[in-house]
């Protein structure tokens, strides 16, 4: 059994005010200057905190408050007000909406899991993974003090193929040849961002936070510049360019993109280093699924298999969901037999904890992440840099060992939460997750029982 695994968490401060969801309005005309004001009564001390910040052109008190509405309330002639703030509306997009962004900031910043306090007032269902619910029947067991205590939780996956069978000669001795594979203690991996100031401060930081958690950052080998000597937790993804085969040898795992020749392509990089563990990549789409097929029964050790930034099918706008390709592929290699001989992971969209687990519970071995990274490093996902716009958060200058603190921070929050939910879900191992759909409910299957009869069968049921 894996020994005990904890990511280390140390609060590290924004860099820049963190943009609020209320203002506070605060008029000073007809203030009847009260003795005691209420603004001095703040049990968090707002009001002796608050700065004029130049870098963001504001007043930093959005950051600071915490939404108790005592000064609104206690305000004798109402001078005080409460108003969402327009600037945290428009951050990011209907994946990384303002919510997501904010609780990642906070965990990147303290480490620890975010709790609103006032409930879920949100939608029932949405797109993708909002339209899945996890079976928390486990819910009603003592478990804070087990998760994070007594009870074992385990929380690792391997990369790598598994043999379909044992086979001993006549005297008991194994035959199977040792095959390899990598083993994480987090189901997740690093993924380079598809935007993003990646300056080598910025490659440093993700580097040397994968390398302290444990798990790969995986860099295109055109960029390995950026992310320095950090062979242990870098895994090369191959372009097609002429690469130094000494120094590949220096890495545990390396991934190749698909093409027509790829078996041939890893049979010579297991010529040069037989132990080294050879990932495919290509698109999470559903006509990649018989690929995805032919290269698990031709011996492919992991398959890494790449949505939008979304988390939908690329390039097809009305592509399939993540979650979906992943219970289509996960069935098909169900049928053949095979699903235990190959990994699978699953990228895009994977934008929170429970994201991670989602995944995972439709058919992936692991996810790997990209965004939140960047977010982690205080980005806003204004995408201001795909059109070479500036950065309102100067990314490229982040000091190396502040970011790489930060993202060890996001990553200690979401293991916290991966743990609380298998703890919830009675799963005490990570790879129990792989496929467990009876652990699932899924919205469109509740709204086909539900109203089918009622109203026909429709071909969205």
């Known amino acids: 059994m894996p020994r005990k695994y904890h990511i280390e968490a140390h609060e590290t401060p924004h860099r820049f005010p963190a943009i609020g969801r209320s203002g506070i309005i605060d008029w000073g005309e007809g203030c009847l200057k009260c003795a005691q004001c209420v603004k001095y009564e703040c049990v968090y001390g707002v009001y002796g905190k608050r700065t004029f910040s130049a870098d963001i052109f504001g007043d930093t008190i959005d950051e600071y408050c915490k939404d108790c509405f005592r000064c609104v309330q206690g305000c004798p002639k109402r001078l005080i007000h409460k108003t969402i703030n327009p600037e945290w509306e428009q951050l990011g997009d209907d994946i990384y909406t303002p919510t997501v962004i904010s609780a990642t900031w906070e965990q990147a910043k303290t480490g620890k899991i975010p709790v609103s306090g006032s409930g879920y007032g949100g939608m029932f269902s949405g797109p993708g993974f909002d339209s899945m619910w996890t079976d928390m029947s486990e819910i009603v067991r003592p478990t804070r003090d087990g998760i994070h205590g007594r009870e074992y939780i385990s929380t690792v996956v391997d990369l790598g193929r598994r043999p379909a069978r044992l086979r001993f000669?006549?005297?008991?001795?194994?035959?199977?040849?040792?095959?390899?594979?990598?083993?994480?203690?987090?189901?997740?991996?690093?993924?380079?961002?598809?935007?993003?100031?990646?300056?080598?401060?910025?490659?440093?930081?993700?580097?040397?936070?994968?390398?302290?958690?444990?798990?790969?950052?995986?860099?295109?080998?055109?960029?390995?510049?950026?992310?320095?000597?950090?062979?242990?937790?870098?895994?090369?993804?191959?372009?097609?360019?002429?690469?130094?085969?000494?120094?590949?040898?220096?890495?545990?795992?390396?991934?190749?993109?698909?093409?027509?020749?790829?078996?041939?392509?890893?049979?010579?990089?297991?010529?040069?280093?037989?132990?080294?563990?050879?990932?495919?990549?290509?698109?999470?789409?559903?006509?990649?699924?018989?690929?995805?097929?032919?290269?698990?029964?031709?011996?492919?050790?992991?398959?890494?298999?790449?949505?939008?930034?979304?988390?939908?099918?690329p390039d097809a706008p009305d592509g399939v969901h993540l979650k979906d390709f992943l219970r289509e592929a996960h069935a098909k290699l169900m049928e053949l037999g095979i699903r235990d001989e190959v990994t699978l992971v699953a990228g895009g969209g994977i934008a929170m904890a429970e994201h991670v687990i989602k995944a995972m519970l439709c058919g992936a071995n692991l996810v790997s992440?990209?965004?939140?990274?960047?977010?982690?490093?205080?980005?806003?996902?204004?995408?201001?840099?795909?059109?070479?716009?500036?950065?309102?958060?100067?990314?490229?200058?982040?000091?190396?060992?502040?970011?790489?603190?930060?993202?060890v921070n996001l990553m200690a929050a979401w293991h916290n939460q991966l743990l609380e939910i298998m703890g919830a879900m009675g799963i005490r191992e990570a790879r129990r997750l792989r496929g467990e759909q009876g652990r699932v409910m899924f919205f469109e299957n509740l709204e086909a029982e539900t109203f089918g009869r009622l109203f026909g069968n429709r071909k969205s049921w």
Not at 198 to 204: E, K, T, Y
Not at 251 to 275: A, C, E
Not at 287 to 313: K, S, T, Y
Not at 383 to 393: M, Q, T
């Open 369 to 407: 992440i990209d965004i939140p990274l960047l977010i982690a490093l205080e980005c806003r996902v204004c995408r201001n840099c795909v059109e070479n716009g500036p950065c309102p958060v100067r990314m490229s200058e982040v000091e190396p060992g502040r970011g790489a603190q930060r993202i």
């Open 169 to 313: 000669d006549t005297h008991g001795k194994l035959l199977n040849e040792t095959i390899p594979f990598v083993r994480l203690p987090l189901p997740i991996l690093f993924d380079m961002p598809p935007f993003g100031r990646i300056s080598p401060a910025v490659g440093r930081a993700m580097a040397v936070a994968a390398s302290k958690i444990g798990t790969r950052m995986l860099v295109p080998y055109s960029k390995m510049n950026l992310f320095g000597d950090y062979p242990s937790g870098v895994v090369p993804v191959l372009d097609g360019s002429d690469v130094d085969g000494q120094w590949l040898s220096l890495f545990d795992m390396v991934q190749v993109p698909y093409s027509d020749d790829v078996m041939d392509v890893i049979g010579s990089l297991k010529q040069r280093k037989p132990d080294q563990v050879i990932a495919v990549r290509l698109p999470a789409a559903r006509a990649e699924i018989p690929l995805i097929l032919d290269l698990a029964r031709n011996g492919a050790e992991v398959i890494h298999c790449l949505a939008d930034q979304r988390g939908f099918e």
